[in-house]
């Protein structure tokens, strides 16, 4: 069994690498945390004495941001770059793509460029321009090729074999591009300090242009501290005879002791909702995207018109990314849920089957935030990586994977209702006496959905509230839309007057037309192809009408929840701060290719949503079509929340599918 799962596993992924190679679009490679590109103009010029250098500066370099492998990147790395470059267009970057943008290091090396302007720019160009000298110098990466230019510190090969430690100490400030110019609301071009210019305006001012990409690239990249993303500043040059240092080097913030990212005055929240079971076309943002790419036929595969509208989830994409080609490594629960968690395949980390538990010595995103950066984490709802237990409420056996808080986690079962007494929670199924429950209890506190919602949001509230409030990382894991298809009494008959019709994919499979591939040869009910018309219209007015309707209650419900996690966000004035990612374990066919759940490579199945607001780093509506998978997920939100580096026992990769890409790190 698990030879086939792996086997799966290889089919998988090199399906997804067609995929995202197929892509057609712009290319995108303006990432915003690698900001300055550091190239090796001597090519060729690499000699064996130096490979124990490069070798070395590789566990410094990875700490800020540089890749130094000339190996393809992390694709977590990627997605980060596909993310913050701006909107306004599709992102298609491919892995063969960003092997030409590698850096490459040398310690003679003094050249080099910015991304945002294609600009070459020597060290002595600095000497000659204290704007530019200010706002580059900040980079650590500059500080070390241009030593003397940037406060006279002194190059990695003057300092000798200690030269690594003390590279990392090396200031990292936040100033402003001042030769950098965007265009304001009525087209007029400013300065960074024009966003600072009037204090009634600062807000309104940073909250409009601080995201935007404008001449290339992001404001806030420009106008660092303008956008209010640092207060320190870098002392003046030495070099220049008019002004004098106002403080050491050593007394400035170092990398290692204010890991804080560039772009933030403080670490963001992350908010992570998983749904179970969901099919892409039930989500609007996604239907949307899909009709500027297909006819409606294609799209609508339910009947003409019939589709569900999603406004919270879909404000996500509004004022975030949407990716659109995002796929599970594996689309099974289990399986998927392991790599979104651990930045690994499931067959290193024993989760190719749903009845295995995720190895324990596993570290996770979680147990980074937590143990390195102080947050405060927690896992509410459905979790399936404790093997066959169940429900199996809470953490046992110090299995909490990086969470503190777990008193709402369990591990498997698809409940209906929750009720909590005295401290414990009592979990029922569907096949129960739901009339004589409610008697008793609002279906609004005790529907699954809204009862883990609801302690997210008790979560969310104390943890803003409490004095001297760390930031928080929360996973709120809802098992709706998987079946059982039954909702609460307010959802279940809201979309009765929809005459769903089964996908005409489904019909072309009962009637082998074209003859369907191996994994998806069953028929239900071995019908005869003669009678597969007759079938399907039975089906359609008995099961299958009532099938659909229940699952669209039950995403019209995720999307109300959704957006009373946004309404608090809002309310305790910390949406500006909080990372918001919605996505799914896996997909659901809902009659598409004549399948009923998941498991199969097919786009429903092992397409899921993946969305991610963050407003002081994401462009609003940025639409990304490049592949990516669930494995890139905790490598990307590490480096969008600002992680400096990985400890060094720390690999987002596995040894096997992923190894050429193992040995290269994000920020």
């Known amino acids: 069994m698990k030879c086939i799962t792996t086997a799966f596993q290889v089919f998988l992924a090199l399906a997804f690498v067609v995929l995202g190679s197929s892509e057609q679009g712009e290319e995108d490679t303006s990432a915003v945390l690698d900001i300055v590109n550091l190239t090796n103009l001597k090519s060729g010029s690499t000699s064996t004495s130096t490979s124990t250098t490069r070798q070395e500066k590789q566990e410094n370099y990875r700490s800020i941001g540089i890749l130094v492998e000339d ?138 242009y601080c995201s935007k990409s404008e001449n290339g690239m992001v404001v806030g990249v420009a106008c660092p501290k303008s956008c209010g993303y640092c207060s320190t500043t870098l002392p003046p040059s030495s070099s220049s005879p008019t002004s004098s240092p106002s403080s050491s080097p050593s007394d400035l913030p170092s990398s290692t002791n204010n890991p804080t990212s560039l772009f933030q005055s403080k670490m963001p929240n992350l908010l992570m909702v998983i749904t179970d079971e969901h099919n892409l076309r039930t989500i609007s943002s996604y239907r949307n995207y899909l009709l500027t790419k297909h006819n409606k036929t294609q799209v609508d595969v339910w ?6 509208e999603t406004p919270r989830i879909d404000s996500l994409a509004d004022e975030g990314a949407l990716y659109t080609n995002f796929k599970t490594v594996t689309p099974m629960c289990t399986a998927s849920r392991s790599s979104l968690l651990t930045g690994q395949y499931p067959q290193s980390t024993n989760t190719f089957a749903n009845e295995n538990a995720l190895n324990s010595d596993i570290q996770t995103w979680a147990d980074i935030l937590r143990d390195e950066r102080g947050y405060t984490t927690s896992y509410m709802g459905k979790f399936h990586l404790d093997g066959e237990e169940k429900p199996g409420w809470g953490a046992t056996n110090g299995r909490d994977f990086g969470f503190d808080d777990n008193k709402y986690r369990y591990n498997r079962g698809h409940w209906k209702y929750f009720n909590e007494s005295n401290g414990i929670v009592q979990e029922h199924a569907w096949l129960f006496n739901e009339t004589e429950f409610l008697q008793d209890h609002s279906e609004e506190e005790t529907y699954a959905t809204d009862f883990l919602v609801n302690r997210a949001m008790e979560y969310i509230e104390n943890a803003v509230k409490v004095s001297n409030p760390k930031p928080f990382a929360l996973v709120l894991s809802i098992a709706d839309p998987h079946g059982p298809n039954f909702v609460r009494p307010h959802y279940r008959d809201m979309y009765k007057n929809l005459a769903f019709k089964y ?73 500006q701060d909080t990372v918001v990612v919605f996505t799914s374990d896996h997909g659901d066919m809902l009659g598409e290719h004549g399948q009923l759940d998941k498991g199969t490579p097919y786009e429903t199945s092992a397409g899921v949503a993946f ?18 998978s669930t494995i890139d997920f905790a490598p990307t939100i590490l480096s969008l929340m600002g992680v400096p580096k990985l400890p060094p026992d720390v690999n987002f990769q596995d040894p096997g599918i992923g190894s050429q890409l193992s040995k290269v790190h994000t920020s």
């Open 303 to 308: 009947g003409e018109d019939v589709h569900l």
């Open 71 to 208: 190996k393809l990147p992390l694709s977590g790395d990627l997605a980060m770059t596909a993310m913050l470059s701006p909107a306004g267009g599709t992102s298609s970057t491919t892995h063969a793509h960003a092997q030409s943008t590698l850096f490459s290091l040398q310690e003679d090396s003094n050249v080099f460029r910015r991304i945002y302007n294609e600009q070459e720019i020597t060290c002595h160009d600095i000497d000659n321009d204290e704007g530019k000298r200010q706002h580059l110098c900040q980079f650590v990466e500059v500080q070390t090729f241009c030593p003397r230019s940037c406060s006279n510190l002194r190059s990695p090969h003057e300092k000798g074999d200690d030269a690594l430690e003390t590279d990392r100490d090396l200031a990292q400030v936040c100033l402003d591009d001042s030769s950098y110019t965007f265009n304001s609301w009525n087209g007029n071009a400013r300065l960074c300090t024009w966003i600072v210019e009037k204090s009634k305006k600062i807000a309104d001012r940073q909250s409009k």
């Open 503 to 575: 996908p005409e994919s489904g019909r072309k499979k009962l009637k082998f037309d074209p003859a369907p591939p191996s994994f998806n040869s069953k028929v239900p009910q071995n019908v005869p192809i003669d009678e597969v018309d007759d079938y399907i219209e039975n089906y359609e007015n008995t099961q299958f009408v009532e099938y659909m309707q229940q699952y669209f209650g039950m995403c019209k419900c995720l999307d109300d929840n959704v957006g009373r996690l946004l309404d608090q966000l809002k309310d305790l004035g910390i949406d």
């Open 611 to 628: 969305i991610v607001k963050y407003p002081r780093q994401v462009p609003k509506g940025k639409v990304i079509e490049t592949a990516y």
